[in-house]
C-alpha cells in the first residue's frame, strides 16, 4: 500500500461586487482578478498574476512567476522575482513593474500623468507610447543598447547604453532600466 500525500489541485473561484477592495495571498497557485474597481493587493508564493479590466489602484506580487496586467486604468505597482512583467492596454497614471528575471514590457495606450519606472535584473524592458505622449525619459543598461522610435530631445553626448531627454517637450519621468538586456522605446 501507498501511504503519501494525497495529490490536490485546489481552485477558488470568488465573486465579488465589482466595486469592491480585495485583499488576497495565496501560498501557489495562480491569482486572477478582472473587473473590478476597487483596490487590489494580491500576493502569490509561486504562480501568476493575471489582472484584467481592473479600475482601482493594483499592488501585486509573486516570488516566481510572470504577471500580466490587460486593461487597467488605475496605479500599477507589480513585482516578481522570477518571471516577465506584461502590461498591455494601460490607460492609468502611473506604472512600476520590476522582476529579478524576466522582460518587462509596457504599452501605453494613453501616456502616463506621474513618473514610472520599469526595471529588470536580467531580461529587456519595452515602453511602447502614444506618438503624442509628453514625458522625460530615462533610461539605462549595463549589457544593452537603449533604442528609440520616439524623438528624444537630448543635451550633452549620446551613449548606446544610456538615453536621458525629453519626449514632445517633456513631463512625467519615465524610468527604464536593465542590467543584461536591451530597452526599446516604441511608437504605438
Known sequence: AFFGRPDLDVHY?????????????????????????????AETAGGNLDL??????????TMGGNIHAIDCKSEL????????????????????????????????ASAPTADCDLHTSGGSVTAKLPATAAITIDAKTMGGTVNTELPVSTEGKHKDSALRGTINGGGPLLKLETMGGNIDVLKR
Open 13 to 41: 473561484e470568488i465573486s465579488v461586487p465589482r466595486k469592491f477592495d480585495v485583499q488576497l495571498k495565496t501560498q501557489g497557485g495562480t491569482v486572477t482578478l478582472a473587473e473590478i474597481n476597487g483596490q487590489l493587493k
Open 52 to 61: 484584467k479590466e481592473l479600475e482601482g489602484k493594483v499592488d501585486g506580487k
Open 77 to 108: 505597482v507589480v513585482l516578481t522575482y522570477g518571471g516577465s512583467v506584461t502590461v498591455e492596454q494601460f490607460t492609468g497614471p502611473r506604472v512600476e513593474a520590476s522582476t529579478m528575471g524576466g522582460n518587462v514590457s509596457a504599452d501605453f
